[in-house]
Structure formats: C-alpha cells, structure tokens
C-alpha cells in the first residue's frame, strides 16, 4: 500500500524557517504527484506546492505560501522535502503531505481517481 509519512513540524518564532520532510512507498505507477496542504483551524484546506514525480517534474506554488516555501524530491531517498522561509503566525496549521495519480488534480478541486493522505505535521509560528 502507498504510505506517505509527514515529519518536521514544530514551533517557530516569526520570520523562522522549518524543513518539512514526506516520506513516501508503495506506489504501483510510474508517473504520480506528492505536494503539501495546510489547514488551520476554522479555514478551509489550502494547497501549498507540489511536484511531479517520474515525469518532467514541474513544480506548481500556490499563493498561499508562494515565495516563501521550495518543494524538492530526493529520489534516492523518497523523500520530498518543503522548505518554508519567514513564517508568520498566519502559517500556524497541520501541514499534510498528499499525493495523487492524476497529475495533481487535487490541488486544483479537481477530484482524482485515487488519493493518498499522511498523518500531517503540526506547525505553529508564535509572535
């Protein structure tokens, strides 16, 4: 079974940084997409960024966090790393690793054929 294993959240002064890790296996098909959303309490889902995985690896950044965040893939490790630069308490929410088969149609409401979620990974940025 495809498993997606979310780590690195913690607490964080404002304008810190983390290093958000998913650990991802299990996957029957060759080309898929893993990206991160966050949800703060009371808010609706927000997409966050992603990247494909055994194709041309385009990376999308969406305006929740974009320019301040950078998705990478180490492929010798399956492991997608996000790494998030000056926080601010409005970034404070359960940052979920996800993945999907259908070239990152989740991340645009758009439903997928099959979906995969992580645990998420609490941040929290104090003033």
């Known amino acids: 079974d495809v498993q997606l294993q979310a780590s690195g959240g913690g607490l964080v002064q404002t304008g810190g940084s983390l290093r958000l890790s998913c650990a991802f296996s299990?996957?029957?098909?060759?080309?898929?997409?893993i990206g991160w959303f966050r949800q703060a309490p009371g808010k609706g889902r927000e997409a966050v960024a992603s990247i494909d995985i055994g194709d041309d690896g385009r990376i999308d950044y969406f305006d929740s966090m974009k320019g301040r965040t950078t998705i990478s893939v180490d492929n010798a490790k399956n492991t997608v790393v996000l790494q998030m630069n000056s926080l601010k308490p409005d970034d404070t929410a359960v940052y979920y690793c996800?993945?999907?088969?259908?070239?990152?149609?989740?991340?645009?409401?758009?439903?997928?054929?099959?979906?995969?979620w992580g645990q998420g990974t609490l941040v929290t940025v104090s003033s």
């Open positions: 299990g996957f029957t098909v060759n080309k898929y997409v």
């Open positions: 996800a993945a999907d088969i259908c070239y990152g149609s989740i991340w645009h409401d758009i439903p997928c054929v099959k979906d995969y």
